[in-house]
């Protein structure tokens, strides 16, 4: 995981950090709806939690980052 994802996590409310836990679960096991981003962010992928988007590449290594919408 990026720094920037952890930095955003830690400010979550614990609500909010339940349920990006959880996404990630599901995206690790396959199991959660996400589109592949287009134009300079091709080959990454995005799913959203809320307000939140969580944006990752299924590529090895993975990466993962939290932006608010």
Do not use: H
Request: hydrophobic content about 40%; overall charge positive; aromatic content about 10%.
């Amino acid at each position: 995981m990026r720094e920037s994802f952890e930095k955003a996590f830690r400010r979550l409310e614990e609500e909010v950090k339940e349920r990006v836990r959880k996404r990630v679960e599901e995206l690790l096991q396959g199991q959660a709806f996400w589109k592949p981003l287009r134009g300079p962010l091709r080959g990454l992928k995005v799913t959203r939690v809320g307000k939140w988007r969580i944006i990752f590449s299924d590529k090895k290594p993975c990466v993962i980052d939290l932006l608010y919408n």
